[in-house]
């Protein structure tokens, strides 16, 4: 049974000036992404689009959740994994306990980007 929906739509110029700001562009990967995240988004030809994505993720997890990250779950504790196939959610921390709370098992993750905007939908169902 779905347990809740999130979406969200971002410009991925925005994401690139933050995360290629010469000045404070580190702390702002490290504060919002995983070390894996970003190895995988720094590898891509367009690292920019693969951030925004990422950083859709996240706000599309924390609507389901039914949170916002000022409310003690953190950037990094919503990844999003890509092994061989589809991309997904791994939770850690606050989000896995949230998660739990409202019955939230199963994660379906859907990315798409153009040069310009960002977009994720996200559908937790419980087990």
Same mark, same amino acid.
């Given at each position: 049974?779905?347990?809740?929906?999130?979406?969200?739509?971002?410009?991925?110029?925005?994401?690139?000036?933050?995360?290629?700001?010469?000045?404070? $562009?580190? @702390?702002?990967? &490290?504060? %919002?992404?995983?070390?894996?995240?970003?190895?995988?988004? /720094?590898?891509? *030809?367009?690292?920019?689009?693969?951030?925004?994505?990422?950083?859709?993720?996240?706000?599309?997890?924390?609507?389901?959740?039914?949170?916002?990250?000022?409310?003690?779950? $953190?950037? @990094?504790?919503? &990844?999003? %994994?890509?092994?061989?196939?589809?991309?997904?959610?791994? /939770?850690?921390? *606050?989000?896995?306990?949230?998660?739990?709370?409202?019955?939230?098992?199963?994660?379906?993750?859907?990315?798409?980007?153009t040069a310009a905007h960002a977009v994720a939908y996200v559908?937790?169902?419980?087990?």
């Amino acid at each position: 049974m779905i347990v809740a929906v999130g979406v969200d739509i971002i410009e991925v110029d925005r994401i690139r000036r933050a995360v290629d700001n010469p000045r404070t $562009g580190a @702390r702002f990967r &490290e504060r %919002v992404y995983t070390a894996d995240e970003i190895a995988y988004c /720094l590898k891509r *030809r367009t690292s920019a689009e693969s951030f925004a994505a990422r950083f859709a993720a996240k706000e599309a997890v924390m609507k389901v959740l039914g949170q916002g990250f000022g409310d003690g779950i $953190g950037w @990094r504790e919503i &990844e999003v %994994v890509r092994g061989s196939g589809r991309p997904s959610i791994v /939770l850690s921390g *606050r989000a896995r306990e949230r998660a739990s709370d409202i019955g939230a098992a199963r994660w379906h993750l859907s990315l798409t980007h153009t040069a310009a905007h960002a977009v994720a939908y996200v559908v937790a169902e419980t087990a």
